[in-house]
Nanobody
Framework: QVQLVESGGGLVQAGGSLRLSCAAS????????MGWFRQAPGKEREFVAI????????YGADSVKGRFTISRDNAKNTVFLQMNSLKPEDTAVYYC??????????????WGQGTQVTVSS
């Protein structure tokens, strides 16, 4: 069993930065592919970024490439999302997810409770 707790959200002006953290409980954190999703009001949840269990491979959605960076520290059971050059359209609740081999709908095993990110123009 893995529990995920996000933190680091808040209100920031456009062009600013935030760093989200996702702390995981359980001793098998390093076995999971980790990632971030977000959901804006009235919209479906969308993929943001993914990182392999080793941290060697990452991938981000086109909308965040060059601005967001995902990383993980398996020794601290934590995954991060560094968000730079934030835009108002990045406003959403951001969720951390843990999956087996991928972050497809059927492979995601755990979700965090979400953290609100609001970017003002």
């Amino acid at each position: 069993q893995v529990q995920l707790v996000e933190s680091g959200g808040g209100l920031v002006q456009a062009g600013g930065s935030l760093r989200l953290s996702c702390a995981a409980s359980g001793r098998t954190f390093s076995n999971y592919v980790m990632g971030w999703f977000r959901q804006a009001p009235g919209k479906e949840r969308e993929f943001v970024a993914i990182i392999a269990w080793s941290g060697a491979h990452t991938y981000g959605a086109d909308s965040v490439k060059g601005r967001f960076t995902i990383s993980r520290d398996n020794a601290k059971n934590t995954v991060f999302l560094q968000m730079n050059s934030l835009k108002p359209e990045d406003t959403a609740v951001y969720y951390c997810a843990a999956g087996i081999e991928s972050l497809s709908a059927r492979n995601i095993k755990y979700w965090g409770q979400g953290t609100q990110v609001t970017v003002s123009s």
